[in-house]
Nanobody, 127 residues
């Protein structure tokens, strides 16, 4: 059974940092692409970052480029999202998601392409 469990969210002041973790079970990252998404109240879920499989290329939405970094620890079967220089507009519930399908460029941040989702972790950035 494929499972994803996020952790690491919390309350932080603007300019601070958090590292989110996504622990995976039931599959390995060799065959799955992993994405981080977020959803703020009243807004649609948006893609933040993803890492492709098997090459491991990384992608970021424009609003987080230079501030967020996605990485994989294969030994721990865990994906991380390091978030630096956080802004109040980064406040949202953050989800990790996985797919073993091929992601074309315009699908990297498309929620419908991802088959498995974690429960989410709240990130709140105060001004």
């Amino acid at each position: 059974e494929v499972q994803l469990v996020e952790s690491g969210g919390g309350l932080v002041q603007a300019g601070g940092s958090l590292r989110l973790s996504c622990a995976a079970s039931g599959f390995t990252f060799d065959d799955y692409a992993i994405g981080w998404f977020r959803q703020a109240p009243g807004k649609e879920r948006e893609g933040v970052s993803c890492i492709s499989s098997p090459i491991g290329s990384t992608y970021y939405t424009d609003s987080v480029k230079g501030r967020f970094t996605i990485s994989v620890d294969n030994a721990k079967n865990t994906v991380y999202l390091q978030m630096n220089s956080l802004k109040p507009e980064d406040t949202a519930v953050y989800y990790c998601a996985a797919t073993n399908g091929l992601l074309r460029r315009w699908e990297r941040f498309a929620p419908y392409k991802y088959d498995y989702w974690g429960q989410g972790t709240q990130v709140t950035v105060s001004s």
